[in-house]
């Protein structure tokens, strides 16, 4: 069965650093998702890209965040200046029909 | 996306159907309802979803009510593989033209036991 994955599965960085997530989508999905989840509290929406381009991102994905497809497989996220409230759990998703797919998520940690 | 309504916690014993229930009482006509589960900080898994006839698949099966304000999800006969939080989402799949994200709750946490 497709499965969406990610990697690295944890990072470690200080504060300040720059940390790039990625993700392999689906292969035939268009659709691609960024969420994170700090412990313990809900998932959040971050992101969403379509067609090369953001089609809709949350408050929280301020001018810090981007993300790029940059070849035919892989969905990044970057994030330019790491903050200690960006620790968390980010899961990377992909939609096909019906249903969004997660991969298995990137524990972040900035310490 | 309307708003749901979930209990925080239910238990249910492995061997037994498990019903979880969800309000979604301001839901709008062309919004779905999708039941979703994370185990233990992994990434969501899609279980199920309708628009307002009964759903059944391999995991799960979501009754709507006919009035569709409130549903019920289903887990036949639960293991303890099944623990973990339930999550039912109201939404428009597509929305302008592109695929909509998906706003999660609290959910319910579902215990299995012995």
């Known amino acids: 069965e497709p499965e969406v994955t990610q990697t690295p599965s944890h990072q470690v960085t200080q504060m300040g650093q720059e940390v790039i997530l990625r993700c392999v989508p689906i292969?035939?999905?268009?659709?691609f998702y960024w969420y994170r989840q700090i412990l313990g509290q809900k998932v959040e929406f971050l992101v969403s890209?379509?067609?090369?381009?953001?089609?809709?991102k949350s408050e929280i994905f301020d001018d810090q965040f981007s993300v790029e497809r940059p070849d035919g497989s892989n969905f990044t996220l970057k994030i330019r200046s790491t903050k200690l409230e960006d620790s968390a759990m980010y899961f990377c998703?992909?939609?096909?029909?019906?249903?969004?797919?997660f991969g298995p998520g990137t524990r972040l940690t900035v310490l | 996306d309307a708003k749901t309504t979930q209990p925080p916690s239910m238990d249910c014993a492995e061997g037994r159907a498990a019903n979880l229930p969800c309000n979604h009482s301001t839901i709008s006509g062309n919004e779905y309802v999708y039941w979703y589960r994370q185990i233990h900080s992994q990434g969501p898994q899609y279980i199920i979803h309708g628009l307002k006839n009964n759903e059944t698949n391999e995991m799960a099966s979501l009754i709507i009510t006919e009035d569709r304000k409130s549903s019920t999800l289903i887990l036949p006969h639960a293991t303890l593989r099944d623990t973990a939080v339930y999550y039912c989402i109201v939404r428009i799949p597509l929305k302008n033209g592109t695929a909509s994200k998906l706003t999660f709750g609290t959910g319910t946490r579902l215990q299995v036991t012995l």
């Open positions: 292969s035939n999905h268009l659709y």
């Open positions: 890209f379509y067609n090369n381009e953001i089609s809709e």
């Open positions: 998703a992909s939609y096909g029909p019906g249903e969004q797919f």
